[in-house]
């Protein structure tokens, strides 16, 4: 199947209206068939065919410069239609100078000539319009692009940039081509750079693409995918860059966001994981501060707890010595910690001087919304903007409860100290107990018996098995050995008196204050427990501190007068026992010695019962020791 060819519409434009059928015909005898020719008569007929139809030709056939002016006209009307001229060959050339494509000089030309001067015009005509449409797409390529577009000399220079290059990086085009691609790349990324357009430069790559930095003009960073290839003439000589700019700052800055958040699941994994393995407070200060600028990037960060009295006390400090110092007790700071330890929530702050900072307070949470210290980490200007605050909150609660159990664990430990050390002071007290009774068996009990043994054996010796006893010889045994009765019964009763088993604390005291009246000292009791009996470990405490303490003021006092009180207060017992004595200064009484062991005794038998023990003595004043033991709720109005 032949292709047709395309039909060549020509405008015929000439003075002598006979001129068209000479036209025709040498068109005839060079086979244009493919010609198809319009006679318009005159310029006037013509412009309006031309505005109101296509042709592909104007062939102009006017005689001296008539052929010239109408040309120019033709070419405003009608600009990428192309004019032939058949005319006198000077006006000819002048009329090419005003624009038209070719010319066919009047006597000289013949069909072919005509044809070939008509082909050729239209043919150039067509080829510049597809390369002004090429050019305008260029064009628009370049300036409509979504990404930024340059031409850079080999210089740096900017030669040409499109608008998105403008807009990324700031710059009104006339600013950007002032500058070179070095004027505005990021220090540490620019050796680099220059490197890649060396090897562009030697030939050895042919393009290269890398993620780089510029500074806008305002002053910020701004991050671009940036690819570039090398133009380079028919010799091969290297003309210019070609530089495609793709802005991917969004991108950077999630993949920031990803980055940190990724940080941060860490670090609360990490620090679920060490703040857990450890139980000492300064480690645990330590991990945490190290996780948090990690995480954070700031530039000083500290931990303090609160200490019995409520005061804040540093735990731990990390970052630059200096910038510790000038910070750690401006007024700023001491506001945003009050502020936090009042409410409970984080507290921003900004502190002023050469080098303004800002600063983040937070609080160390336990349960129950309890604040047991803060945590304070310092930075720059935009700090506050850059750190993530929930991430460390979460993290300063997870610390506040390691802290917790560390405490705990510390206050375990110190128990299980006290509890060692309670069970040592009560063994030597048993062993003290147990040699007090047995030196009371022995020169009380013991000697009894042996003076009533030795009585007995000399009866005996004396009267022979037959013999007659007068009246009152066995007398004296026999108050012996009630004596030995009386002994066995008040060492007993000094081990566990059956009164205080029966009747309890109060009637055991009252026999004590008793028996001393019997001995002639003056003895005061005063007693007001109510009906109700105390916990069975309660009396026997008390009892054998009120045992203790008077057999003291027997032994030690000098005063034959004592005073004893037994009293309910609120949820509390007091007792006391007080002698009129010589006193003496507690503090220099002699280790070891049994006045010193029975002292410690009375104290841990209190301090085992959460009570308080307390002894008030001077030289010359006499002495008075004092013990109050809680009641436990749940054993209150306890019945036997």
């Given amino acids: 199947m032949m292709t047709r060819t395309p039909t060549i519409r020509v405008l015929l434009i000439g003075g002598d209206p006979e001129g068209v059928l000479p036209v025709r015909a040498m068109l005839d005898e060079a086979g244009a068939g493919d010609f198809d020719l319009t006679d318009a008569g005159g310029l006037s007929e013509a412009i309006g065919r031309l505005a109101e139809e296509d042709f592909d030709a104007i062939l ?59 082909r050729y015009a239209v043919e150039r005509e067509r080829a510049e319009e597809a390369l002004r449409e090429s050019e305008e797409r260029f064009r628009a390529t370049f300036e409509q692009a979504a990404v930024g577009i340059a031409h850079v000399g080999l210089d740096g220079r900017w030669l040409r940039v499109n608008q998105k290059l403008c807009e990324i990086v700031g710059y009104a085009r006339e600013e950007l081509i002032e500058l070179t691609f070095q004027d505005i790349t990021y220090p540490d990324d620019l050796d680099k750079d220059l490197e890649h357009a060396r090897r562009l430069l030697d030939g050895e790559i042919g393009t290269y693409a890398a993620e780089k930095r510029y500074f806008r003009k305002d002053g910020s960073v701004v991050w671009v995918h940036l690819t570039v290839s090398l133009v380079r003439d028919p010799c091969g000589t290297p003309k210019y860059f070609i530089s495609v700019v793709e802005d991917i700052t969004g991108r950077k800055r999630t993949e920031e966001r990803l980055r940190r958040t990724l940080n941060a699941l860490l670090a609360l994994y990490e620090a679920g994981r060490v703040l857990g393995s ?214 007993i009763e000094g081990l566990r008196p059956t009164v205080l088993d029966d009747f309890g604390l109060a009637a055991a005291v009252r026999l004590r204050a008793e028996r001393l009246r019997a001995e002639g000292r003056q003895a005061d ?29 027997v032994k030690h006092s000098g005063s034959d007068r004592v005073y004893v009180a037994l009293e309910r207060r609120e949820k509390k017992v007091r007792l006391e026992v007080r002698d009129y004595g010589r006193g003496f200064d507690p503090s220099v009484v002699p280790k070891g010695s049994g006045e010193r062991v029975g002292l410690s005794g009375m104290r841990e038998r209190v301090a085992l019962l959460g009570g308080e023990f307390k002894i008030h003595s001077r030289p010359g004043e006499g002495t008075s020791v004092v013990a109050e033991v809680p009641i436990p709720p749940s054993e209150e109005g306890h019945e036997r």
């Fill in 60 to 118: 102009l056939d006017l005689p001296d410069t008539r052929g010239l002016d109408a040309a120019a006209r033709l070419r405003k009307v009608a600009p990428h239609v192309p004019v032939v001229l058949g005319d006198a060959e000077e006006v000819a050339f002048r009329a090419l100078d005003e624009g038209a494509q070719d010319r066919r000089v009047k006597g000289r030309g013949n069909g072919e000539l005509l044809v070939r001067s008509i």
């Fill in 525 to 553: 009791y005063m007693e007001n427990l109510g009906e109700e009996r105390l916990p069975a470990r309660i009396e026997t405490a008390l009892y054998r501190v009120a045992q203790e303490a008077l057999t003291n003021a």
């Fill in 278 to 491: 450890t139980l000492e407070p300064e480690k645990i200060g330590t991990k945490l501060l190290e996780i948090v600028h990690r995480v954070a990037d700031v530039g000083a960060a500290a931990i303090s707890l609160r200490d019995e009295q409520g005061r804040l006390r540093t735990l731990h400090l990390s970052g630059p010595e200096d910038l510790l110092r000038s910070v750690g007790g401006t007024p700023e700071i001491q506001a945003a910690r009050r502020e936090v330890l009042k409410t409970a929530e984080h507290r921003t702050f900004r502190l002023p001087g050469a080098t303004p900072l800002e600063g983040l307070c937070l609080p160390l949470l336990q349960a129950g919304h309890r604040v047991v210290g803060v945590v304070e980490v310092y930075g720059s200007e935009d700090l506050v903007e850059r750190v993530p605050v929930e991430l460390l909150g979460g993290l300063a609660g997870q610390a506040a409860g390691a802290l917790e159990n560390a405490r705990l664990y510390g206050k375990l430990s110190e128990r299980e100290e006290q509890l060692k050390a309670l069970v040592g002071k009560l063994m030597a007290a048993q062993e003290e107990e147990r040699r007090r009774v047995a030196y009371e068996v022995h020169d009380g009990v013991t000697q009894v018996a042996i003076a009533a043994h030795q009585n007995l054996q000399a009866f005996a010796d004396d009267h022979p098995p037959g013999s007659t006893v007068d009246a009152g010889e066995l007398d004296r045994p026999l108050e012996l050995a009630q004596q030995t009765v009386v002994e066995a019964r008040r060492v």
